[in-house]
């Protein structure tokens, strides 16, 4: 299994620019979400899902659109980049909600710059 | 959810035991205590979770005591490879799936 991936690793864009990160997993879980990391700091949650066609929002969703079509893949669509969303996202996956079934798997992250 | 406790930093040398302690002074009934740890560039990794006293896998040991108000992430002989972020969590036993907080975690550097 691969697990959680996510592409690209880096991206750099300008202000005002769109793009789309990109998270897949092959472990059939049902909950997927998306992190931020700035410098020296914890993990915020943007947006997550608990199944194929649900989404909601977490602590930090501003900015930000998600889908999930599939319980595959859960892109995280950026609509107009600014400099405060530079930071470094963790796609996660999770077979539950619950104790240990609430285990999250990261993917390897992607470290975005704004300019 | 309960929040957490847990010091900033801390240093060791290799082939010491490492001790870091988390406050959980609200936890509920019902709440598990989890740790991640996170290397650099990489993304966090699930090491251990324990509801009362003592829980043990390869990787390192969880001490909890009767109150559950604190809990101990113990890493036996540490090496250089120790050296990473880790992330004391509580974790219902049902819902609060967007309710997880990673917070700064606890750095730490193994020394030679």
């Known amino acids: 299994n691969a697990g959680v991936t996510q592409t690209p690793k880096f991206q750099v864009l300008k202000t005002g620019q769109s793009m789309t990160l990109q998270c897949a997993q092959d472990m059939n879980h049902e909950y997927m979400s998306w992190y931020r990391q700035d410098p020296g700091m914890g993990l915020r949650l943007i947006h997550y899902?608990?199944?194929?066609?649900?989404?909601d929002q977490g602590e930090v969703p501003n900015g930000y659109n998600v889908s999930r079509s599939t319980t595959e893949d859960f892109p995280l669509r950026l609509l107009s980049a600014a400099p405060s969303q530079t930071s470094v996202y963790f796609c996660?996956?999770?077979?539950?909600?619950?104790?240990?079934?609430?285990?999250?798997?990261f993917g390897p992250g992607t470290r975005l710059t704004v300019l | 959810l309960a929040k957490t406790t847990q010091p900033i930093s801390m240093d060791s040398y290799e082939g010491q035991e490492v001790n870091i302690t988390c406050s959980h002074n609200n936890i509920a009934t019902n709440d598990y205590i989890t740790w991640y740890q996170q290397f650099p560039s990489q993304g966090p990794r699930f090491i251990i979770q324990g509801y009362k006293t003592k829980v043990t896998n390869e990787v390192a040991s969880l001490f909890i005591p009767a109150d559950r108000k604190s809990s101990t992430l113990s890493l036996p002989r540490v090496s250089l490879s120790d050296t990473a972020v880790y992330y004391c969590?509580?974790?219902?036993?049902?819902?609060?799936?967007?309710?997880?907080?990673f917070g700064a975690g606890t750095r730490l550097a193994v020394h030679p």
């Open positions: 969590l509580v974790v219902p036993f049902s819902g609060g799936y967007n309710k997880l907080i």
């Open positions: 899902s608990v199944g194929a066609g649900i989404t």
């Open positions: 996660a996956s999770s077979y539950g909600e619950g104790g240990r079934s609430n285990e999250q798997f």
